[in-house]
């Protein structure tokens, strides 16, 4: 009751208050001031447990051991809101149960010209063209030296948006400098392949690529899981021979989605971005449909995170029951407040309860198994 009340609270002063606020500003100033914010906040015992009192949320049934990884939710911040790893001493007094860092690369990038980050309201949706800034997997190291990490944390690993990097060998050879600078801090690894954003297009999604690129990264001793991250453009035929070469390499997970690149403006409630890729709902059905497809498929061989307008425990709890095991996102907390996080966790200990369930993982994927 009390977590009840609490997140109702919390939700009404955010939505009517905060939000509104907030969005009288420029959308990648807000994101930067949540960075210095979040930082600042996370140095001090008492603003971390301050933080956590509003936050917060605990319950046995959503803990899980996923490839070596103890987890005490499945509700994770998504790659691209801490890009440099400087929010992870907070993020888990606000309620996640990991978050994935970066995406990094091996060199640094200023990211695309400004503006380069959107609001779309009324279609739930963010439009993003950062075309991945970050300030180099080096950097990232530095800043998690020293830091206790109270839950754990992957990186996101994508190769450096650059003109060299448009020959193939140069790009994969950047993505084996930037795993291997990372390797030793991640708890797992995600191989981004699916940024909209960056000057080359997606060259790895192609089939041939995207194998060269796994033989290259297979070569780096790691007992580490590693992950790779798809688009929700791609369709089941791509998929089909995504999956052929995925199982063929070190792949133990599929993070199903990125942003949404192929789209229209029949497909939005607001004016399209200049550029870009989108997040939030209208990534939702896209990439259920995938996880649903390579779950029906391939149940046994990945894990699968499902990542793309989570709003609330029924988006999250229809994706455990079409095969995730675990969930990421960032979106719908930016549009209903950071008490969503805990709000989730909550209504799917609530649900797992009452379909009979005693933990989590009894619950993946009934909804699509023969
Ligand atoms: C501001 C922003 C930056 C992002 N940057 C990255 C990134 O660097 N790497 C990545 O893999 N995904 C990135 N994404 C995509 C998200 O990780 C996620 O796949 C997508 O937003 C769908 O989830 P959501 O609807 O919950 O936001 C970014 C998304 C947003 C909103």
Not at 181 to 205: D, K, L
Request: charged fraction near 25%; glycine fraction near 8%; proline fraction near 5%.
């Amino acid at each position: 009751m009390y977590y009840k009340y609490r997140n109702v609270l919390m939700h009404f002063f955010y939505v009517k208050v905060l939000k509104p606020v907030l969005f009288l500003f420029d959308p990648e100033d807000v994101h930067d001031f949540f960075l210095i914010f979040g930082n600042f906040f996370g140095k001090f015992r008492l603003t971390r447990w301050k933080i956590k009192m509003l936050f917060g949320y605990k319950n046995k049934i959503l803990e899980q051991n996923v490839k070596g990884i103890n987890f005490e939710n499945p509700i994770g911040l998504a790659a691209g809101f801490d890009k440099d790893g400087v929010l992870t001493d907070i993020i888990s007094s606000v309620g996640f149960g990991f978050a994935e860092i970066g995406s990094v690369t091996a060199k640094a990038y200023e990211g695309n010209p400004y503006p380069r980050l959107w609001r779309l309201p009324k279609s739930k949706s963010l439009g993003v063209w950062y075309g991945l800034k970050n300030k180099g997997a080096k950097v990232l190291v530095e800043n998690l030296k020293g830091k206790i990490h109270r839950l754990p944390l992957g990186v996101s690993v994508a190769f450096t948006n650059c003109k060299e990097n448009l020959d193939i060998d140069t790009a994969i050879a950047d993505y084996v400098s930037g795993f291997g600078t990372v390797e030793g801090i991640a708890r797992y690894i995600t191989i981004n392949i699916s940024c909209p954003n960056t000057s080359g297009g997606q060259p790895f999604v192609i089939p041939e690529n995207y194998e060269k690129l796994m033989t290259a990264l297979d070569k780096i001793p790691t007992s580490k899981p590693v992950f790779v991250k798809i688009s929700p453009d791609m369709d089941h035929n791509a998929i089909d021979k995504f999956l052929e070469i995925t199982i063929r390499h070190r792949i133990s997970g599929i993070v199903c989605s990125n942003l949404v690149k192929k789209y229209e403006q029949k497909d939005l409630k607001d004016p399209m971005p200049p550029h870009g890729g989108l997040s939030g709902k209208i990534v939702f059905p896209r990439a259920m449909d995938l996880l649903s497809y390579m779950y029906k498929k391939e149940p046994k061989k990945f894990i699968y995170i499902f990542c793309g307008g989570i709003f609330s425990p029924d988006d999250a709890y229809q994706a455990i029951r079409q095969g995730a095991t675990l969930i990421q996102m960032i979106t719908g907390m930016i549009y209903e407040g950071p008490q969503i996080i805990s709000e989730i966790n909550r209504g799917l200990a609530l649900k797992l309860t009452r379909d009979g369930f005693k933990n989590i993982n009894e619950a993946i994927g009934v909804d699509n198994s023969d």
